[in-house]
């Protein structure tokens, strides 16, 4: 989705779609004469190509005594959706394990907002946050029907056979998103 912001001095909200790129992303003021809708297309099919989207549907087996999905499982959600991000770029977490690549989580930060319950589909997008030689920060937004339920921000690093880090593979290099560290 666009972002869209208040400029200074526009006071009505029926003005002309002014697009302005600041850091990769492109910033729209709205127009309710659907005048921007090929700039929002365009944020949108961006924004694709940058994240992963992933819908999860929510079972019994997710929820706790209340119907609402056990915190702890969207850590089980999350991981699903890093794996998905990663095999869309040609990235087989299965085969570079094989190879000596190692993946693993060394923090993860989630912020609680609203509930999934019983029977929802919630939607998880994934996107590289930060990345650096041996660490990659991923950013995911969990969403219901338009609305957020939760963001969390996952690291993960590489390490070889004996457990000491190493660069990730050169593929990952190549991944949409944060620039990697010179």
């Known amino acids: 989705m666009a972002t869209f912001h208040h400029l200074p001095g526009v006071k009505s909200p029926r003005s002309r779609g ?12 709205c127009s309710c004469l659907g ?15 940058m994240s992963h989207r992933m819908k999860i549907k929510i079972y019994y087996e997710d929820t706790d005594a209340a119907g609402v999905v056990y915190y702890a499982n969207y850590l089980r959600f999350l991981e699903r959706a890093r794996t998905e991000f990663m095999l869309e770029h040609g990235i087989d977490v ?7 690549f190692l993946f693993v989580i060394t923090h993860v930060d989630i912020r609680y907002k609203r509930p999934a319950k019983l029977g929802e589909t919630i939607e998880i997008t994934t996107e590289i946050a930060d990345r650096k030689n041996a660490r990659i920060v991923l950013k995911s937004h969990i969403v219901r029907d338009g609305v957020l339920l939760g963001e969390a921000y996952v690291t993960f690093a590489c390490l070889d056979r004996e457990g000491k880090p190493r660069r990730f593979p050169e593929i990952f290099r190549n991944l949409p998103g944060a620039s990697p560290a010179a």
């Open 94 to 100: 299965a085969e570079y394990h094989t190879r000596g």
């Open 18 to 29: 002014i697009s302005l790129r600041e850091s990769g992303r492109v910033y729209v003021l």
């Open 35 to 49: 005048y921007n809708k090929e700039v929002r297309e365009q944020d949108e099919e961006e924004e694709a190509i």
